[in-house]
């Protein structure tokens, strides 16, 4: 089975600060996808960042960078620069094919990390 | 604007009622999603659906039952729900299901809690 385990369920940062949030997922594929989501108050889930598996280069975008190490299935975020407009809900989520009988591709998330901004 | 609308956004129903959830994308895409996220727990997939085909979580009761009218529109609809049906649950979007670097586009969710 496909899990995604988040460790910290709440984490803190002061504005202006470098936080990273932790990632590990557990499966036998070896193709597929992992993102990170975020969900702020307004509960709509917004797609922050995604790696492909077999690329070893992390992705970044803007502030938001992965650290990826396949070997160990992690997958960590890494928020510089942190802004109060940050403090959300964090998902990992991992992608790979789901035999459902059709071309399916399943999307499994973790628990969450709440993150919060502090001015 | 989001791309994916949800109506409505509180809902509070008895066991006995039967309600509607109804979400529209638009995207243009061809898949649609419905979750359903409790507190502490990860978000859980209840059913995929596109004009051709809808795949359904074999986990998910059948007083939950989808239905996708076009490829923009999909409800679900509920009727003789259980307290523990209290949740939020979010209708998401992409281009196509079939693909696995798939975004997936969320709606902000309709909360419900079953009395």
């Known amino acids: 089975a496909q899990t995604v385990t988040q460790s910290q369920p709440e984490m803190s940062v002061q504005e202006a600060e470098t936080v990273t949030l932790s990632c590990t997922y557990d499966t036998s594929e070896s193709d597929y996808y992992l993102f990170w989501y975020k969900q702020p108050p307004s509960r709509q889930m917004i797609l922050v960042i995604r790696q492909e598996a077999y690329k070893q280069q992390n992705a970044t975008e803007n502030r938001f960078s992965v650290n990826f190490q396949k070997a160990a299935k992690s997958f960590s975020l890494k928020i510089s620069d942190s802004q109060l407009g940050d403090a959300a809900m964090y998902f990992c989520?991992?992608?790979?094919?789901?035999?459902?009988?059709?071309?399916?591709?399943?999307?499994?998330f973790g628990k969450g990390t709440l993150l919060t901004v502090n001015p | 604007e989001t791309g994916v609308t949800q109506t409505p956004r509180h809902l509070v129903m008895g066991m006995t009622n039967k309600k509607s959830l109804k979400c529209e994308q638009h995207?243009?895409?061809?898949?649609m999603y419905w979750y359903k996220q409790s507190a502490k727990k990860p978000l859980e997939l209840m059913f995929v659906y596109s004009l051709e085909e809808r795949v359904e979580n074999n986990s998910v009761p059948s007083r939950f039952s989808p239905e996708c009218p076009n490829s923009s529109h999909l409800f679900l609809h509920l009727h003789t729900l259980q307290p523990e049906d209290s949740a939020l649950y979010l209708c998401?979007?992409?281009?196509?299901?079939?693909?696995?670097?798939?975004?997936?586009?969320f709606g902000s969710g309709t909360q419900l809690s079953v009395l």
């Open positions: 995207l243009g895409h061809n898949a």
């Open positions: 989520a991992y992608r790979a094919f789901w035999n459902s009988g059709g071309s399916n591709y399943k999307l499994t």
């Open positions: 998401a979007s992409s281009q196509d299901r079939g693909r696995p670097n798939e975004k997936l586009f």
